[in-house]
């Protein structure tokens, strides 16, 4: 039986802190998030996912490959 590595992020944020995210979408367009509370980042099948949200049920999850820059830390939350 192998170990395989767990893959690392390209980007990493500081937890419970808040940061504006441009993501880029499937037709190439750039948008600005402005996102609270990272609450840390997910490695399964589709890649990593870094999740953002104060709250569990109104979290977002934005794909790793789709981050094109970060500012940040703005301020804790």
Same mark, same amino acid.
């Given at each position: 039986? @192998?170990?395989?590595?767990? /893959? ?5 944020? +500081?937890? +419970? @802190?808040?940061?504006?995210? @441009?993501? $880029?979408?499937?037709? #190439? *367009? ?9 609450? #840390?980042?997910?490695? *399964? !099948?589709? %890649?990593?996912?870094? !999740?953002? %949200?104060?709250? !569990?049920?109104? !979290? @977002? +999850?934005? /794909? ?6 970060? $500012? *940040? ?5």
């Amino acid at each position: 039986m @192998t170990s395989q590595a767990r /893959p690392a992020p390209r980007y990493q944020f +500081e937890r +419970e @802190t808040r940061y504006l995210v @441009t993501v $880029v979408d499937d037709d #190439g *367009g750039r948008h600005d998030h402005r996102l609270d509370a990272y609450q #840390g980042w997910l490695a *399964g !099948r589709d %890649g990593i996912r870094h !999740r953002f %949200g104060a709250h !569990r049920r109104a !979290r @977002t +999850e934005i /794909p790793d490959d789709r981050i094109a820059a970060t $500012v *940040g830390p703005l301020a804790p939350v």
